[in-house]
């Protein structure tokens, strides 16, 4: 009987065990299932919904062949017009590149010595719908119609995988294309050469955004290649030559050998050697490498678990986890080398290498998000910038396959480095770092010479003057900070004083900053806080001085007295958000989108601003603008996101105010008090730990903190550190539908 008893608790040990099992892979499978690739793909969001895997090497992704400001990234939702995959995409920029080494399927000959202006002038072109597309995490499939060719894409780090499914007995044949471009990209030497019978490879040379951009590949089908055309500069081939601009080739396949073709594709930055280590080794298994794409994924999103009954949520939630974890990518080959702008070639020591680098939005929300659920790749990313600050030195501003763009205002490198550091993150040398930023700041290059003269940056010497000069005194603060960890005190005072620039530019009169000229004294006239010109001729970066005149997040306290109180300080934080959304101006730029008021959520400058109000005593109204936002400015929709996605930012601002923190100065390393949404948030910290995040009684109208506990003892303030999450725990609220104005109130100055 003992021994009966025994195995009746071994059986039912092992069937619990199984029941738990499927229990966990059932919820690993959930994260992806609340992933839509396709939010942001329409409006002005500028998302791709092609595959790929986190911070991966390779957005293998349809490409519509349109030149325009809402195609940035190859794809738009409005469209119904494919004209090939490319190989390399960019997620929610402003400006438009990459889309390199197109391969599009075809059931004909097509006469390839066409001249291409246009995508109308483009033979093999075809029709798609919605109806038939589908876009998940590490997969994309899609019905071109005008074959009848089934496409599905997925990927490794970096190799992608085509599979393409053509009409029984019908011809089959695959275009590679290198010479065409869109929006910014224009080609300047491409090449394809056939190896052997299933292995062809290539370099397309390219200038636009990224001013010298070399990308080498190589294709291995399934199938051997049983015929071949080449075309060179319009002209039919045997051989490609070596200076050719646009090189299109067509590959044919034995369709009596079952109706697919699969073919696997990997890239270097470095030379067609490379990309063939590059290429992984192995089978076409399109489903195992789908579903190892899938598995990485599953594990990327499961850092942040929320629960709630809402399914819009988890999936605006999901998407926006999935969205913060395309960028920066993967930049580094197998065998650590990679290319800069200026043709070297640097061999990694111990890191991998990422490029699109989109700091001016990334430093705000994306990059501190990624200390908490990608902490792993944060010293590589910063050991990225100092290879690139190499170069010239001069620390990165917004780095594309390599190349610095020179894109956007201030040196946002500098608080990235800074908040890793302060937040304990090794990997790097913190002296060498230090160096790099004290270096960066005190060159002449991009205003700084003025900056340095005057103590701001005057209107009548430079653009933009406004905004370059409130970065600038960020940045500052930030070396300061990264001084006084390292002992470095004269250098401390020395930026610290400098970090003050924004006092020169306050007009206490109108409560903006203003445009001052170089005499110290005038002011920019005539002055409309509601007027915008685009990149030029303007104080404001792609905006006006109702969304540029709060960026002081490093000295908030000092900024409320320049207004003159806390309630002079609250009243213009609310006027912002109830004026009228008239922006004025014959050249008004696009990036004024997601108006609240004037408040811009479809912009970075505005991102911190809801939570200005919990440092002037009223954290209610940031408890309420914080929630207005998140209800308003983010939906489930291909039109779910406000304005650009901008490599991760628009999304990392939803993941964080979403469970309640909000990084107002990611440098300070602390998060600030939002208003949660989910009824539970967990948080899987790189040291093993969790911090849970809990909001009993919360609801669409249940939206106000009534009171707070963090491990069981009574929290009553605004800001929770970066450290105290590190230590594991749980941040529970009550939330109530009105406004419990005693919470969190700390009086910063005297009213």
């Known amino acids: 009987m003992k021994n009966i008893a025994v195995v009746l608790l071994i059986v039912i040990f092992a069937a619990s065990c199984s029941k738990n099992i499927s229990k966990i892979d059932t919820k690993e499978g959930f994260f992806k299932n609340y992933v839509n690739p396709f939010i942001g793909t329409g409006g002005h969001g500028h998302t791709y919904p092609g595959a790929t895997v986190?911070?991966?090497?390779?957005?293998?992704?349809?490409?519509?062949?349109?030149?325009?400001?809402?195609?940035?990234?190859?794809?738009h939702y409005s469209d119904s017009i494919a004209i090939g995959f490319s190989h390399l995409s960019l997620s929610g920029t402003g400006i438009g590149d990459l889309a390199d080494v197109l391969f599009m399927p075809s059931n004909k000959k097509i006469d390839l010595t066409f001249k291409t202006s246009s995508r109308d002038s483009i033979p093999y072109k075809s029709k798609y719908s919605h109806s038939n597309e589908t876009a998940t995490p590490g997969y994309y499939q899609v019905l071109l119609k005008d074959p009848n060719i089934n496409v599905e894409l997925t990927t490794s780090l970096r190799t992608a995988l085509h599979k393409y499914t053509y009409a029984q007995g019908d011809k089959q044949s695959v275009i590679v294309n290198l010479g065409f471009g869109i929006n910014w990209d224009k080609a300047t030497n491409t090449f394809i050469q056939v190896e052997d019978n299933q292995t062809i490879s290539g370099y397309r040379y390219s200038t636009?955004?990224?001013?010298?951009?070399?990308?080498?590949?190589?294709?291995?089908?399934?199938?051997?290649?049983?015929?071949?055309?080449?075309?060179?500069?319009?002209?039919?081939?045997?051989?490609i030559s070596k200076d050719a601009v646009k090189s299109v080739a067509q590959f044919f396949f034995n369709q009596k050998e079952g109706e697919e073709v699969l073919v696997k594709v990997a890239l270097s930055s470095v030379s067609i050697a490379n990309a063939k280590e590059n290429l992984d080794a192995g089978d076409f298994d399109f489903e195992a490498v789908k579903t190892e794409s899938e598995n990485k994924w599953n594990q990327a999103l499961s850092k942040i678990q929320v629960e709630t009954p809402i399914d819009s949520l988890k999936t605006i939630f999901y998407t926006a986890m999935y969205h913060a974890q395309l960028a920066p990518v993967t930049f580094s080959d197998k065998n650590g080398q990679f290319r800069k702008e200026n043709d070297s070639i640097v061999t990694t020591n111990n890191y991998t290498a990422y490029s699109t680098l989109s700091l001016w939005d990334t430093f705000r929300a994306e990059h501190p998000l990624l200390t908490l659920i990608a902490a792993d790749k944060v010293s590589d990313m910063v050991n990225s910038m100092i290879e690139y600050y190499n170069t010239k030195r001069i620390l990165p501003v917004w780095t594309l396959y390599g190349n610095e763009t020179n894109t956007m205002t201030g040196y946002h490198s500098i608080p990235v480095i800074v908040e890793a550091y302060l937040k304990g993150i090794k990997g790097f040398d913190a002296e060498v770092v230090y160096e790099a930023m004290k270096t960066t700041m005190m060159q002449d290059e991009r205003g700084l010479v003025h900056y340095k003269k005057y103590g701001y940056i005057p209107y009548n010497l430079l653009d933009e003057s406004v905004t370059i000069t409130l970065e600038y005194a960020y940045n500052d603060w930030c070396v300061a900070q990264m001084a006084k960890a390292l002992g470095k005190e004269a250098d401390y005072e020395l930026f610290l004083n400098r970090s003050k620039a924004y006092q020169h530019l306050f007009d206490a009169k109108s409560g903006f900053m203003r445009g001052k000229s170089s005499d110290g004294k005038s002011w920019h006239e005539p002055f409309d806080p509601k007027y915008s010109n685009h990149r030029e001729h303007t104080d404001y970066t792609e905006g006006n001085a109702w969304q540029h005149s709060w960026f002081v997040p490093h000295a908030v306290e000092d900024f409320i007295k320049l207004h003159g109180s806390n309630d002079v300080f609250t009243d213009r934080l609310e006027q912002l958000f109830t004026e009228s959304s008239e922006i004025t101006g014959s050249n008004v730029s696009a990036d004024i989108s997601g108006l609240i008021g004037q408040y811009a959520h479809g912009n970075e400058p505005s991102h911190h601003i809801a939570y200005m109000f919990n440092r002037a005593g009223k954290p209610w109204r940031t408890q309420y603008w914080a929630r207005k936002i998140l209800d308003t400015q983010y939906n489930t929709t291909p039109n779910g996101?406000?304005?650009?996605?901008?490599?991760?930012?628009?999304?990392?601002?939803?993941?964080?105010?979403?469970?309640?923190?909000?990084?107002?100065?990611?440098?300070?390393?602390?998060?600030?008090?939002?208003?949660?949404?989910?009824?539970?948030?967990?948080?899987?910290?790189?040291?093993?730990k969790a911090f849970t995040i809990k909001a009993e009684n919360v609801s669409a109208e249940n939206i106000y903190i009534q009171s707070a506990t963090l491990n069981g003892l009574l929290f009553n303030q605004t800001t929770i550190s970066h450290k105290t999450l590190l230590n594991g725990g749980t941040l529970h609220f009550i939330m109530g539908k009105t406004p419990n104005k005693n919470w969190g109130v700390v009086q910063t100055i005297q009213k």
């Open 54 to 75: 986190p911070f991966g090497m390779l957005q293998v992704s349809p490409v519509n062949g349109v030149s325009n400001w809402d195609w940035c990234s190859g794809y």
């Open 641 to 688: 996101l406000s304005g650009n996605e901008d490599c991760g930012q628009m999304s990392a601002w939803y993941v964080l105010s979403s469970i309640g923190l909000y990084s107002m100065n990611p440098a300070a390393t602390e998060y600030e008090i939002g208003s949660p949404i989910f009824e539970k948030a967990t948080i899987a910290l790189p040291n093993g």
């Open 208 to 239: 636009g955004w990224a001013k010298n951009q070399k990308v080498f590949f190589v294709a291995k089908f399934s199938k051997p290649i049983v015929e071949h055309r080449l075309v060179s500069d319009g002209i039919e081939v045997d051989e």
